[in-house]
C-alpha cells in the first residue's frame, strides 16, 4: 500500500496540473474575448458618433421658421416675382391675384382665423397622430420621398428643400421635426403648416385658398369647404378650378374620415354631406409678357433651386430679358408670321419695327406654319430676347428643337481649316455616285471653299466631310455645344455656338445641368436681399482660337460669296449661316455681328411645303437691323497669325498668267500657297477644227485658247455643264509640201530614231542669211531647244545637225529655220519617236 501512494500523489499532481492549465487557457480566452469586445464596442461607439456628427453636420437652425412663418407685419412670404434685367419690368408673379399673402392664427378668438374644422380636416387626412407622436415617424426612412408627418412636411419644405433626396436627408429631417416639435408646440406646426401649404394655382396658405377657391376668408369657410380644401393641400393639382367634382368627392371622402376618426359626430357629417358647396369662378390670369422666355429663365433655375421652393414665394429674379428688344422681337416675330400664313399683319403703329421686315417671296404662303426667334449677347453669354413658335400671329410659350439640316455645316469646314485647308481650297461640286443634292438642284463645278460654305451647297460640303472625317466634325461641334448626333438644335444652343465667332473665339455662359450655355437668369434675391443665385459675372471658355474663328467669320461675313441669298444684307458687317432641310419643313437662319448672336427658325407642314432660307432671312435681317440701331457698324479686326494674299480663283494657288480671276483670300500663317495656280491653261488650237494644233497645223489656223484642266472625275460633267476643257485629240497630221530650198530629208517623217541622230537636208538659196536647227516634245511643242548655233553657211542635202537623244524618249519635233536676209523665215518639220 504504501508502494502504491507515491504513485496516486504523482497521478494526483499531473491532474490538478492539467486543470490549472485549463483555467489559465479559459482565463486568456475571457480575457481575449473582452477585449476584442470592448474594441468592438467602442468602434460601433465611435462609428454611431461619426454617423451622428455626419447627419447633423450643418443643420439649419430651427429658428428659421418663424422668421418665415411668423413676420411681424402679418403678412406671409409674398409670390415669386420675375422682372427684367432693370428690375422695371414685371414678367410673372407666381400667384393667380396679387392680393397679399396673410398668416392667420387657428385661434378662435381672432376673427380672422383658420376654422377648427379645417384644422381637424388636415390632421384626419395627412397626420392622423398629430396630437400623439413626438412630431416624426421612423417609418419610410428608407425613401427620402416621403413625410409621414406634417413637422416633416415642414422641414423637408422650408429647411432642407436644397438637400438632395437621400437616407441621410431622411434622418435629418427625422432630427429636425422632433425639435421643432418639442420647441414650438403642435399647435404651432399646425398652424405654420396651413399657413404655407400649397392649394393649387400658387394659393400658399388658407387663406390665400379661402379666397382664390370660395371668395371668401379662411374664418368664413363651412366644414364641407374645409375638407375640400384638406384634400386638395395633399393633391394641389386636383384643385376646384382644375378638376370640380373630384374635389367634392374628395371633399366629401375627408369627411367620412374625420368621422371615422371621432373628429367628426355623425349629425356633422350628415349636413356636411348635404352641402353643396360653391366654387368661386375660375381667374384668368394676365397675357404674360415672354412667356417662352420666363419658361427658358425658370428651367435654368431649376437646376440650383427646386420648382416647389420658387413657387412658395419670397424670391426676386432678375432677368438677362431687355424689354424694348423683347417687344421688338416679339412684334416683329408676329408681323413675319402672319405674312408667312397670309394673315393681317400688326399696324405700323402697334410695331414700329415692322419697317425692317422685307418683303417675303412673293406669291407663297403657308398656312400650317411658325416661328420662333432668340437674341442674346455673345459677349456675355446673356439672352436679350426670345419669341417662343408663333403660330399664325400667335405666339406660344413653346421653344421646342427642331431638325438642324445643314444648320451645322460650318463645322465641316472649320474641321477642314484645322486640317490645313483654308477658305481659298478647291473642292469640285459635281455628281457621283455617293454625292447627294443641293437644295438648288443644280452643281456649280470648281469651287472654293469658301463659295460652297457661304451657299449652303450640300454636294461639296459631303464630300469636305468625307474627307476630314464625321467623328472629327461631331468632335468641334460637341465642344460648341451642339450636338450632332441628336440631328436637332434648339435656337439657344445655335445662337450661343455662332456667337463664338462673334467674339472671335470665347464662349460666354454659365454652366447650367453639366452643359455650359448662355443663359436667362442674372440673380435670385430672397427676401432678406440675400443672393441665392448670382451669374451676373459671366463664366467663359476658349473653344477655338481668334485665327480659325476669323477665318470662319470672314466667310460668313462675305456678302460677295454668298450671291444667294441677298436678303442678308444689314448695311453693317455681319456673319450669316443659311440652313434648311431636305424635305423643306425648316429653315434656319443664324447670324450675328460683334454685338448680337441671333438665330430665327420657320417650320410649315403640308403638302407642298418647300421652306428656303429666304423665308426667315426676311425676320432675320429685320431682328438684327432693329436691335443694332444704337450699336456702332463696327467689324472684326484681322488677328494676328493671318495672312491675306492674292491668289487664283477658284484654285486658291498663286496667280499664274493664264488665270482669268484674281481674289485675295485669308491664310493661316505657313498655310500660304506655294504653287501657281494649274487649274487653268493655255492651249494652241486649230480654230476651224477646234482640235489641239500640231506643228503641222497652219499658223494661220492656230489661236490659244485658256481651258480648266478638269480631273478625270469632272469631265463628263464639265463638258455637259459646257465649261471649256481642252479637246483630247490633235489636228490631223499632213505633211506641207517640199520647200526646195528649206527642207529635211533625213529621218524621214515619223521614223524612230535613238543615240545620235544626223539631221540631213537643204538649208540654202536666194538671200540665205542663216539657218538654226531646234527640237521640242510632242506634237505641238511649248518650247523649243536649239541644236548648236546658227549656222551662216547654206547646206545643199547635207548635214545641217548631230542632235543626241541619250536619255530622251517619246514624240519629238524637228524643226528647220531659214532666214533670209530680209528676216524673213521659212521652216520645214517633221515628226520623229525616240525609241528605247
Not at 484645322?418 to 455617293?434: K, M, Q, V, Y
Request: hydrophobic share 40%; with cysteine.
Amino acid at each position: 500500500m504504501q508502494e502504491r501512494l507515491p504513485i496516486l500523489r504523482a497521478r494526483r499532481a499531473r491532474r490538478l496540473a492539467g486543470q490549472n492549465k485549463k483555467s489559465a487557457r479559459s482565463s486568456r480566452a475571457a480575457l481575449s474575448l473582452g477585449m476584442v469586445a470592448s474594441i468592438l464596442l467602442a468602434a460601433g461607439i465611435l462609428y454611431a458618433a461619426t454617423a451622428y456628427a455626419n447627419i447633423t453636420r450643418n443643420l439649419p437652425a430651427v429658428e428659421l421658421l418663424p422668421r418665415l412663418l411668423n413676420p411681424p407685419d402679418g403678412l406671409l412670404l409674398q409670390p415669386t416675382r420675375i422682372y427684367d434685367r432693370t428690375g422695371q419690368h414685371l414678367l410673372f408673379t407666381f400667384a393667380t391675384e396679387e392680393t397679399p399673402r396673410r398668416y392667420l392664427p387657428i385661434n378662435a378668438q381672432n376673427p380672422q382665423h383658420i376654422p377648427a374644422a379645417l384644422v381637424n380636416a388636415v390632421i384626419a387626412q395627412r397626420d392622423p397622430k398629430f396630437w400623439s407622436h413626438s412630431g416624426y415617424a421612423l417609418a419610410g426612412w428608407d425613401n427620402p420621398e416621403v413625410h409621414p408627418t406634417l413637422a416633416q412636411e415642414l422641414v423637408s419644405d422650408l429647411l432642407l428643400y436644397n438637400e438632395p433626396p437621400t437616407p441621410a436627408r431622411a434622418l435629418r429631417e427625422r432630427l429636425l421635426a422632433a425639435q421643432i416639435t418639442h420647441q414650438f408646440g403642435r399647435a404651432q406646426i399646425i398652424e405654420w403648416y396651413l399657413n404655407s401649404a400649397h392649394f393649387g394655382n400658387y394659393a400658399f396658405g388658407a387663406e390665400a385658398a379661402a379666397q382664390l377657391y370660395f371668395g371668401k376668408p379662411a374664418a368664413q369657410l363651412t366644414l364641407a369647404e374645409s375638407a375640400i380644401l384638406a384634400a386638395v393641400s395633399q393633391a394641389p393639382a386636383l384643385n376646384p378650378f382644375s378638376a370640380p367634382e373630384v374635389a367634392r368627392q374628395r371633399g366629401q371622402a375627408t369627411l367620412r374620415l374625420m368621422n371615422a376618426q371621432k373628429l367628426l359626430s355623425n349629425e356633422a357629417l350628415d349636413l356636411a354631406l348635404a352641402e353643396t358647396p360653391q366654387f368661386a369662378e375660375t381667374r384668368l390670369s394676365p397675357p404674360q409678357p415672354a412667356a417662352a422666355f420666363v419658361n427658358l429663365a425658370l428651367a435654368q433655375i431649376d437646376s440650383q433651386i427646386p420648382r416647389e421652393r420658387i413657387e412658395r414665394g419670397g424670391l426676386t429674379i432678375f432677368t438677362t430679358l431687355d424689354y424694348d428688344l423683347q417687344t421688338q422681337t416679339a412684334c416683329l416675330t408676329q408681323a413675319y408670321a402672319a405674312r408667312l400664313a397670309g394673315l393681317p399683319e400688326p399696324p405700323l403703329e402697334d410695331c414700329p419695327a415692322i419697317r425692317f421686315l422685307p418683303a417675303l417671296p412673293p406669291g407663297i404662303t403657308y398656312a400650317d406654319s411658325s416661328a420662333s426667334s432668340l437674341i442674346l449677347d455673345p459677349n456675355t453669354g446673356q439672352v436679350l430676347a426670345l419669341t417662343g413658335e408663333t403660330f399664325q400671329a400667335q405666339e406660344t410659350a413653346l421653344v421646342g428643337a427642331h431638325s438642324l439640316g445643314s444648320g451645322a455645316d460650318a463645322f465641316v469646314y472649320l474641321t477642314a481649316f484645322t486640317r490645313g485647308l483654308s477658305p481659298a481650297s478647291l473642292i469640285w461640286d459635281i455628281p457621283d455616285e455617293n454625292s447627294i443634292p443641293n437644295f438648288d438642284g443644280q452643281f456649280h463645278g470648281p469651287l472654293r471653299l469658301r463659295t460652297a460654305l457661304a451657299n449652303d451647297y450640300q454636294a461639296p460640303t459631303a464630300a469636305l466631310k468625307n474627307q476630314v472625317g464625321a467623328e472629327n466634325v461631331i468632335n468641334i461641334a460637341r465642344s460648341f455645344g451642339v450636338d450632332l448626333n441628336a440631328e436637332q438644335a434648339s435656337l439657344l444652343n445655335l445662337a450661343g455656338a455662332y456667337g463664338v465667332f462673334a467674339t472671335q473665339g470665347a464662349y460666354f455662359g454659365q454652366t447650367v445641368n453639366d452643359q455650359f450655355t448662355p443663359v436667362a437668369v442674372l440673380k435670385v434675391e430672397a427676401v432678406d436681399h440675400a443672393v441665392s443665385l448670382n451669374w451676373e459675372t459671366p463664366q467663359s471658355k476658349s473653344v477655338v482660337t481668334p485665327q480659325l474663328a476669323y477665318l470662319m467669320t470672314n466667310v460668313l461675313s462675305d456678302a460677295t460669296a454668298r450671291k444667294s441669298f441677298s436678303d442678308l444684307e444689314i448695311g453693317r458687317p455681319a456673319g450669316v449661316k443659311v440652313a434648311q432641310t431636305a424635305n423643306g419643313q425648316d429653315a434656319w437662319v443664324i447670324g450675328y455681328t460683334p454685338h448680337f448672336s441671333a438665330a430665327v427658325w420657320t417650320g410649315a407642314r403640308g403638302e407642298g411645303v418647300k421652306l428656303t432660307p429666304r423665308f426667315p432671312a426676311a425676320l432675320w435681317s429685320a431682328l438684327v437691323q432693329s436691335a443694332s440701331q444704337n450699336t456702332p457698324s463696327d467689324g472684326w479686326p484681322i488677328p494676328p497669325g493671318i495672312t491675306p494674299l492674292t491668289v487664283c480663283d477658284p484654285s486658291g494657288l498663286l496667280p499664274s498668267k493664264e488665270c482669268p480671276n484674281l481674289v485675295t483670300e485669308y491664310f493661316l500663317n505657313g498655310n500660304e500657297p506655294i504653287q501657281a495656280d494649274d487649274l487653268y491653261r493655255q492651249f494652241a488650237i486649230n480654230r476651224e477644227t477646234g482640235l489641239l494644233a500640231t506643228v503641222f497645223t497652219p499658223p494661220e489656223l492656230v489661236e490659244t485658247r485658256t481651258f480648266i484642266l478638269a480631273p478625270e472625275n469632272a469631265r463628263a460633267w464639265a463638258r455637259s455643264a459646257g465649261l471649256a476643257i481642252p479637246p483630247e485629240n490633235y489636228d490631223a497630221i499632213q505633211a506641207p509640201p517640199t520647200n526646195p530650198d528649206a527642207n529635211i530629208s533625213a529621218p524621214p517623217l515619223f521614223a524612230e530614231v535613238k543615240d545620235v541622230v544626223k539631221i540631213i537636208g537643204t538649208a540654202s538659196g536666194e538671200d540665205f542669211a542663216y539657218y538654226r536647227v531646234q527640237v521640242g516634245q510632242g506634237l505641238n511643242p511649248q518650247a523649243w531647244i536649239q541644236l548648236g548655233a546658227d549656222v551662216t553657211t547654206p547646206v545643199e542635202s547635207g548635214t545641217l545637225a548631230t542632235w543626241d537623244t541619250a536619255g530622251l524618249s517619246g514624240l519629238y519635233a524637228i524643226q528647220l529655220q531659214v532666214v533670209r536676209s530680209d528676216q524673213r523665215v521659212e521652216t520645214a518639220v517633221i515628226q520623229v519617236t525616240i525609241g528605247k
